[in-house]
């Protein structure tokens, strides 16, 4: 189950099969679809809280408070986060866009931001 603590969140039309990216982050598309975020995180709009499994199915995103999320590599409490090419949490590097900080940490590959 994930966790969510005064989650502000929205739907989005998906841009594809979208499932196998629950809990990355997301960006949205020239057609104005959800889809996986780049890499540094310039145009993450949020995170993916279900798995919407074809194009337009909705895809909810939530765009403020905690979220969990899945990351690339261990990441501590307390460091500043941004994504990889595949949506995922990694730590804030030079160019990076600071898309959140990691508040709890329980399993190497899940952080909520």
């Not at 679809?33 to 279900?50: E, H, M, P, Y």
């Not at 074809?54 to 403020?64: H, W």
């Not at 899945?70 to 730590?91: H, N």
Request: with cysteine; glycine share 10%.
């Amino acid at each position: 189950m994930a966790h969510e603590y005064a989650a502000q969140a929205r739907s989005l039309p998906a841009s594809g099969d979208l499932s196998a990216s629950q809990f990355c982050f997301m960006k949205i598309d020239s057609n104005g679809r959800a889809a996986v975020a780049s890499d540094g995180g310039a145009d993450a709009v949020g995170v993916l809280t279900d798995k919407p499994a074809a194009i337009d199915r909705a895809a909810r995103i939530v765009t403020g408070g905690t979220a969990m999320v899945l990351s690339a590599g261990t990441i501590t409490a307390g460091d500043p986060i941004s994504c990889d090419s595949a949506g995922k949490a990694v730590a804030v590097g030079t160019d990076d866009k600071r898309l959140g900080h990691a508040v709890w940490h329980k399993f190497t590959q899940r952080i909520n931001y």
